[in-house]
């Protein structure tokens, strides 16, 4: 919210700079987010009246200027086409200095002499969107008759700052001048001048000009109060009243608008004016819409309504949706002659909604929102009142029609100053805290060591004690509580198992080579479709976002899968040559559909590599990750229906009745799904099964006393004969002095029969209890090689 | 038939020969020739001395202990000569297995940890030592965990769909981690100590700054007599530790609908350490880093904590931010994307 410093120190005095009063506001609670320089760099510019102007000579869009600037008459040549005889504009003098750091000259145009330039609003640092329409391209003509000379900058009030505070949300009652200013004094310890309300002099009754007004809908609107003002005299306000609404970032529009603004501003109360004239039936009834019934707003926009919307009626149709914006019909013009004031109390919550459902959000309603103070009704109708009459746009008619129920409970809370300390930390004295909550308005008394508050209407964010312990808090400083140290029973600080054998899994993966990638817990469905994966797969049951960014974000993901493989081509396509990664996250398994409770958050890992590596290195990684965590005893079984994954490239890991995961090559027609040129290899494993499975005890188990004895052994096989089974027959005869057996060479083609195979391996021979001796080694190793050519039909090498 | 004077001169000669000729030695391979040259089985210095048997019985020991005094010479010298040559072997070895060290070494890879969740770690680790325990909540939330207990006001604007993503009326994804806070008091009693970090989720739509996923980390004290000195310190120590013992900090008066009195915390200007620079209009200050405050009554009794007994503080801080303020990245976009490049630079 921007507040001018020259609009606050009308209501309470200020003798810092405004740097320091930025740092105090902001450590009482309003948070500064920028301080702004009124001017802007602008030196030199002063008053003057246009005595002549004339065609140039030379060019037709410019014209020749004489003016009287008090101590001479100058030249000036403009290609400004809004100015008149007579005007009073704001006049650049030779050696004079603009924002941007632009300095007049003495210059010819086209010829001419031009000893000056003629200022617009935008030329002067005025920011475009303030600047009333009328002046916006052209020349600032100013609103009537200033000294010659005199400086531009007193003029217009080109000095001093605006601050932009950030109102958090609880603090409706700062959105305000006012509100700024009851803080202002509450920090500084001054006291607040409130705005005298007068109105000097009233005619005639209300009644006379309202027949009558009406509140059906008294839950949506609990306070209406309005006055009448007759023989309006439309035109631009005063210059000081169109400065303040300029720095505080609202556009000028005409003297009545204005008003209505300037009040809104100033008390924070919004304000609409209805051109009585044009109310039918001279009636107004706050009610509910009907389905369906339309409005004009006075932005030229035709809306529908519905009968959850509040609006403001005349006997024959809606003029005005309530707290958000008027209709066009019923808007003050340049020949309105009587208008309406209505200062009401709108539900916060209705303005809210009705405000979303039509699209349309305004200064008012953000106002209403926060539901405000009822208080505030009256004072500022008659704040408005007392403008019109001060400037002369207008007759103040007598009386006024208050629709209210006068129900602004006062709160009475209490405070008990020793809490407030305790939980502070701190040992504020109860005098000192009831003078703080005084200086902020809250008419508090210390009685028996309990300080009783009274509550004004305007803090309707003041609820419980804890609130007035806030209040005591921020005014006596945050800055000024001593920190203290936590003192207590020593607690152990616990991580849990799961999370322990995650970190340990992370350093395993991690010092093997492979990166940690982190991806959206959100997908598109269309990675289903990527993958391949069939219509009728679980993974495609998955939790629907109702409202998501977009069909990339709106569903949450039921497998690790896709988002690896979107990090491994995209890789791939920025041309790396070698993606090794891994990632442990959680996918989201409904629990049941539609879905009524939270889904089951399934930690999972996914493994992934591109690169110097083939499905044996993935294995490598998954075998040593799996030996790491103490898991043993899971079998690799061949997954051949899984439309991922390469069908002759792929295995299940089975561990007894569970299935730790899955490990293979990605299917050729998902990597031509995701544009991937090179092979990938994916896994993705139940990190809570591996996690059950996991024993991370270690017991030493002897180094072998006695040697041992190495043999190779080359077969030929069958093709399709897997290598486990030889180890299965390997192990099965080897009488317990087996001790290892390493696959060195598998080869095909060149003299190996076509369909066949050679697979060596090296098998080492130990005993524990003794030197085996070479007869013992070959009775064994023949026993072995018998049983090979046996059972799978091997073939000896030589 | 040798004489006496013969032998000697001979054994002279054959001392001088085999001294001269072993001077002259380069290889150690040459040196076993000249042994056997000379005192092998057919050597020279043998030969001599089987023609011992012409000598007299008194010659024949003078000749004996000179012919062994010869032998143990040459002896001496091929053992001399064989050292030499070994050390010069050695070093001749050593020269020529000279490398060019500035040649790269090995690619031997080890991998990196995301710098995001590493930050995270990081943070955790520092509260663990101050005696946090770690503890995990769910992505998706209730809404009464993420707002209702959390004393969020019905209208509060970050309920919105336009700020929230929903899955159903009940059901969202969770918006910070405070939900977590609810959790921890709903199953352990006072006192608690914790710590939460994970993935938070609001309707961002993705820019160098925003993401709809983000991290945060989120803590909880509750005892009896926990006060606002006691936050103040917490955070303080905790800033220390992160950006060092120079880093200040300034508690700004705030609002939170689950902490009452709340503040938030900003630290010094990154770039200029709070002098005032243009990165932080001149305030000294950087944008705030977390948000704190007492744990409001409400939030407490909805958790079956009686604030009469028991106070609590809790704070914030978004983890995204802090790691892209410690490693420069300007971008958080990056942060998602997971390129090789950008890991491997951490």
């Not at chain 1, 987010?33 to 009246?49: A, H, L, T």
């Not at chain 2, 001269?20 to 042994?35: F, G, V, Y």
Request: proline share 4%; glycine share 8%; charged share 30%.
């Amino acid at each position: 919210m921007l507040v001018p410093v020259k609009w606050l120190k009308e209501y309470v005095d200020i003798d810092i700079d405004t740097k320091e009063l930025a740092d105090k506001l902001t450590m009482s609670g309003s948070h500064v987010d920028s301080i702004e320089s009124v001017d802007k760099g602008v030196e030199n510019v002063v008053v003057g009246k246009i005595l002549e102007i004339n065609q140039h000579p030379d060019a037709d869009r410019l014209v020749v200027t004489k003016i009287d600037v008090g101590t001479e008459v100058i030249q000036i040549v403009t290609g400004a086409n809004n100015i008149k005889v007579g005007d009073y504009i704001p006049v650049a003098l030779v050696g004079a200095k603009l924002p941007g750091g632009i300095k007049i000259k003495k210059g010819k145009l086209r010829g001419v002499d031009s000893n000056g330039m003629l200022c617009s609003a935008s030329e002067l640092g005025i920011s475009d969107n303030v600047v009333p329409k009328e002046n916006k391209d052209g020349i600032f003509i100013l609103d009537k008759e200033y000294p010659l000379g005199q400086d531009i900058k007193e003029v217009l009030g080109l000095y001093g700052e605006v601050i932009d505070f950030e109102i958090t949300p609880n603090r409706p009652d700062c959105l305000s001048i006012i509100g700024m200013a009851r803080e202002t004094a509450a920090t500084l310890g001054k006291t607040m001048r409130y705005p005298v309300i007068k109105i000097n002099n009233q005619v005639d009754n209300i009644n006379q000009y309202v027949k009558e007004v009406k509140v059906e809908a008294k839950d949506l609107c609990n306070r209406y109060y309005t006055k009448v003002v007759k023989d309006i005299k439309i035109g631009q306000s005063p210059m000081w009243m169109q400065r303040r609404l300029m720095e505080a970032g609202v556009r000028p529009i005409n003297n009545i608008v204005d008003i209505t603004n300037y009040v809104m501003l100033e008390i924070g109360q919004p304000i609409h004016a209805f051109d009585l004239d044009k109310v039918s039936g001279k009636k107004i009834i706050v009610r509910r819409a009907l389905d369906g019934e339309k409005i004009k707003t006075l932005d030229g926009v035709e809306r529908t309504l519905d009968s959850s919307m509040l609006v403001i009626a005349d006997d024959s149709r809606p003029i005005a949706v309530a707290g958000v914006m008027g209709g066009e019909d019923s808007e003050v013009t340049k020949d309105t002659k009587t208008i309406l004031i209505e200062s009401a109390n709108f539900n916060g919550r209705s303005v809210r909604l009705t405000s979303r459902k039509i699209g349309l959000r305004t200064e008012a309603s953000s106002k209403y929102e926060k539901d405000l103070d009822p208080n505030l009704s009256d004072i500022a109708c008659n704040r408005v009142c007392q403008l019109i009459e001060e400037i002369n746009a207008g007759t103040v008619v007598d009386g006024y029609i208050d629709i209210y129920d006068g129900k602004s409970e006062e709160k009475i809370l209490k405070l008990s100053p020793e809490k407030a300390n305790r939980l502070l930390g701190t040992n504020i004295e109860a005098d000192e805290m009831v003078r703080m909550l005084n200086a902020l308005e809250l008419k508090a008394k210390l009685e028996d060591n309990i300080i009783t508050v009274l509550v004004p209407s305007f803090r309707r964010d003041l609820t419980l004690e804890a609130d007035l312990i806030e209040e005591v808090a921020r005014i006596y400083g945050l800055d000024k509580i001593t920190p203290q140290p936590l003192v207590g029973t020593l607690i152990k600080a616990e991580k849990s198992v799961i999370r322990q054998i995650e970190d340990k899994a992370k350093n395993i993966l991690t010092g093997i080579g492979l990166n940690e990638i982190t991806t959206y817990s959100f997908i598109s469905p269309k990675q289903y479709d990527k993958l391949n994966i069939p219509e009728d797969s679980l993974k495609r049951i998955c939790v629907e976002i109702r409202n998501p960014l977009g069909e990339d974000f709106s569903v949450m993901r039921t497998t690790l899968i896709g988002n690896m493989l979107e990090v491994l081509t995209r890789n791939y396509k920025y041309g790396v040559e070698k993606a090794w990664a891994y990632e442990i996250g959680n996918v989201f398994i409904p629990r049941e559909l539609p879905i009524k409770e939270l889904p089951y958050e399934k930690r999972t890992l996914s493994i992934g590599m591109y690169g110097n590596s083939d499905f044996f290195t993935l294995k490598g990684i998954v075998e040593t990750l799996l030996e790491r965590l103490g898991i043993k005893g899971h079998e690799y079984i061949r997954e051949e229906n899984d439309p991922t994954f390469h069908p002759g490239r792929t295995a299940n890991i089975i561990l007894g009745n569970h299935v730790l995961g899955v490990i293979g090559e990605i299917h050729p027609d998902i990597l031509e799904n995701y544009g991937m040129k090179e092979r990938v290899y994916i896994a993705e494993l139940n990190f809570e099964l591996l996690v059950l499975f996991s024993n991370l005890e270690r017991k030493y188990t002897p180094l072998p006393k006695y040697p041992s004895v190495t043999r190779d052994i080359a077969i030929v096989v069958d093709e399709e004969i897997m290598a486990k089974d030889i180890e299965k027959i390997i192990r099965e005869n080897g009488k317990n002095i087996v001790e290892s057996i390493k696959l060195f060479d598998v080869y095909k083609g060149g003299q190996i029969e076509k369909g066949k195979k050679s697979v060596a391996y090296s098998i080492t021979y130990r005993s524990h209890e003794r030197t085996l001796t070479d007869e013992d080694v070959s009775k064994v190793h023949d026993k072995i090689v018998e049983k090979l050519k046996e059972n799978l039909n091997a073939v000896l090498r030589s | 038939m040798k004489g006496e004077t013969e032998m000697k001169e001979m054994l002279g000669t054959i001392k001088e020969n085999a001294l001269n000729e072993l001077s002259q030695i380069t290889k150690l391979d040459d040196l076993e020739q000249i042994r056997v040259k000379y005192l092998g089985k057919k050597g020279e210095l043998t030969q001599v001395l089987r023609g011992m048997g012409g000598l007299s019985p008194e010659e024949r020991p003078i000749i004996g202990q000179l012919a062994n005094e010869v032998r143990e010479i040459i002896e001496n010298e091929i053992e001399r000569i064989r050292g030499k040559l070994k050390v010069e072997a050695k070093n001749e070895k050593l020269k020529s297995e000279k490398i060019d060290i500035s040649m790269p070494g090995k690619d031997i890879e080890k991998g990196h940890r995301h710098p995001l969740i590493g930050v995270m770690e990081e943070l955790e680790n520092i509260f663990m030592s101050m005696g946090f325990s770690i503890v995990q909540g769910p992505e998706v939330e209730t809404v009464y965990n993420n707002f209702d207990a959390l004393n969020s006001p019905e209208n509060h604007p970050s309920r919105d769909p336009s700020d929230t993503f929903y899955i159903t009326d009940d059901i969202l994804l969770r918006t910070h981690t405070s939900p977590v806070q609810i959790r921890a008091m709903k199953q352990s009693k006072p006192p608690l100590r914790i710590v939460s970090a994970g993935r938070t989720f609001r309707f961002d739509d993705v820019d160098d700054t925003h993401s709809p996923m983000f991290h945060q980390l989120e803590g909880l004290v509750v005892d009896k007599n926990i006060t606002m000195a006691n936050l103040k310190h917490t955070i303080d120590m905790f800033i220390k530790e992160l950006f060092g013992s120079d880093m200040k900090t300034r508690f700004r008066p705030h609002y939170f609908p689950f902490t009452e009195p709340s503040a938030e915390v900003d630290v010094s200007c990154l770039k200029c350490m709070g002098k005032g620079c243009e990165a932080c209009n001149g305030t000294g200050w950087s944008m705030e880093l977390l948000g704190c405050g007492m744990v409001h009554p409400n939030v407490l009794r909805n958790c079956g904590i009686d604030p009469e007994v028991y106070s609590g503080f809790a704070f914030g801080l978004g983890v995204d931010r802090i790691a892209m303020v410690k490693y420069g990245i300007n971008n958080i976009r990056l942060l998602f994307e997971n390129d090789m490049r950008f890991l491997n630079q951490f």
